[in-house]
């Protein structure tokens, strides 16, 4: 049999009930739209706490009195743990490299009269590849004899801000897949209540099929093609509503609260690349939703 004659069935089957055809496509596009907003701004909130990770260095502060070999010591362990993971990249800069620094970071003058070579000394910037390996870096350089111990044990880093970046990160990764599953499973069971009702509405029909002798799958690919029309067209109406609100608010808010901001750290996804992610998942979920329901309710 053509697929011509399937899609003429599902379409024969969307027309026969608008109403419920109607009110799971309301529904489909109502979650798919919910998730098309959270996608790009699970990116963006991911993307700003990457970025802020990226800030979260560990300072090696070295003694004036160090010997070239004990500074050497301290370099080769750091290399070390580069070379095992731990470490994404790291340099050195001597006191009049870190006073110069120091001097662009903070622009105060009334600052610049109390600091000078001899407070600030030689310093290892270690940027680890996680925050959480900053515990595990200072563990293997604290016994080094080459640290100023005069200046927070000659370790600092920001535990503090390091551990509440991975507690958000964490979170969000967490909430972002439970809603997305959430989002999903109840699309499924809405599309899939649709197709139970066309079962309903067609039974004897399906009887009679099956009585004189067609396949499961001849049954099977209206109702099948059914759940992904309405699985696609709900998925096409979110995308639209999402370029209006996009059109609308969105890039006028992301203008004007992301000024001073590189690119990369406001970036997302693509509108093009989000709309067939989402119309995809509209066709998916359809299909899903048609075919639970035949399993459970149609046993072929």
């Not at 990116?43 to 004990?70: G, W």
């Not at 010591?73 to 070390?80: C, D, M, P, S, T």
Request: a positive charge.
């Amino acid at each position: 049999m053509k697929p011509g004659f399937f899609f003429k069935e599902a379409m024969r089957s969307v027309r026969n009930n608008p109403a419920i055809t109607l009110a799971a496509t309301i529904t489909v596009m109502i979650a798919v739209f919910i998730l098309g907003a959270f996608i790009p701004s699970y990116l963006y909130v991911q993307n700003a706490v990457d970025q802020q990770k990226e800030r979260l260095d560990l300072r090696v502060f070295i003694s004036n009195s160090a010997t070239d070999q004990q500074v050497q010591g301290v370099n080769e362990r750091i290399a070390a743990m580069q070379r095992s993971g731990l470490v994404k990249e790291y340099h050195f800069l001597t006191s009049e490299a870190a006073l110069a620094e120091f001097k662009q970071r903070f622009r105060d003058p009334e600052l610049f009269d109390l600091v000078d070579k001899d407070i600030i000394p030689a310093t290892f910037v270690v940027q680890p590849t996680d925050p959480a390996n900053n515990d595990q870096i200072a563990a293997e350089l604290q016994d080094s004899p080459a640290l100023d111990r005069t200046l927070q044990g000659g370790i600092s880093f920001a535990k503090e801000t390091s551990d509440r970046l991975l507690r958000i990160a964490k979170l969000i990764q967490y909430s972002g897949l439970v809603l997305i599953g959430v989002l999903l499973v109840a699309a499924i069971l809405l599309i899939g209540n649709t197709i139970r009702l066309s079962l309903f509405a067609r039974r004897r029909e399906v009887e009679v099929m099956r009585l004189v002798g067609a396949t499961n799958w001849f049954v099977r690919w209206p109702f099948i093609i059914e759940g992904v029309i309405t699985g696609v067209v709900g998925a096409v109406a979110a995308v639209l509503l999402i370029w209006a609100a996009k059109a609308l608010v969105v890039d006028e808010f992301v203008r004007n609260s992301t000024e001073g901001l590189t690119r990369d750290s406001t970036s997302t996804i693509s509108f093009f690349a989000l709309s067939a992610i989402l119309i995809l998942a509209g066709g998916l979920v359809g299909a899903l939703g048609s075919g639970v329901t035949l399993r459970r309710f149609l046993r072929i």
